[in-house]
Nanobody, 115 residues
Framework: QVQLVQSGGGLVQPGGSLSVSCSAS????????LAWYRQAPGKQREVVAT???????TYASSVKGRFTMSGDSATNTVYLHLTSLKPEDTAVYYC?????????WGQGTQVTVSS
């Protein structure tokens, strides 16, 4: 059973930056897909960034150019770096890993953008 443990997030002012991390109990190189999702209050969970085998990273149009997904295979950690944050980025952020049709989720990390 793969476990994903998240950390980071918090409260930041509009225009600010922060990062969230996701540590996996297995090598991140074994996953077919790694992704970040978010869920704002009263809204459905939406995909923010996806990294697929082959090295392609895609971003939601709402975050493109502001968010960056990266990974460190030495520590089996995936990061989401958030910059130029807006109040509408406020949400619980989740990491997800997929391997052979099985999906694993992190516990979620709150990001609040407010002055």
């Amino acid at each position: 059973q793969v476990q994903l443990v998240q950390s980071g997030g918090g409260l930041v002012q509009p225009g600010g930056s922060l990062s969230v991390s996701c540590s996996a109990s297995a090598s991140i190189n074994t996953f077919f897909e790694l992704a970040w999702y978010r869920q704002a209050p009263g809204k459905q969970r939406e995909v923010v960034a996806t990294f697929s085998v082959g090295g392609t990273t895609t971003y939601a149009s709402s975050v493109k150019g502001r968010f960056t997904m990266s990974g460190d295979s030495a520590t089996n950690t995936v990061y989401l770096h958030l910059t130029s944050l807006k109040p509408e980025d406020t949400a619980v952020y989740y990491c997800r890993a997929e391997n052979q049709g099985s999906y694993y989720w992190g516990q979620g990390t709150q990001v609040t953008v407010s002055s």
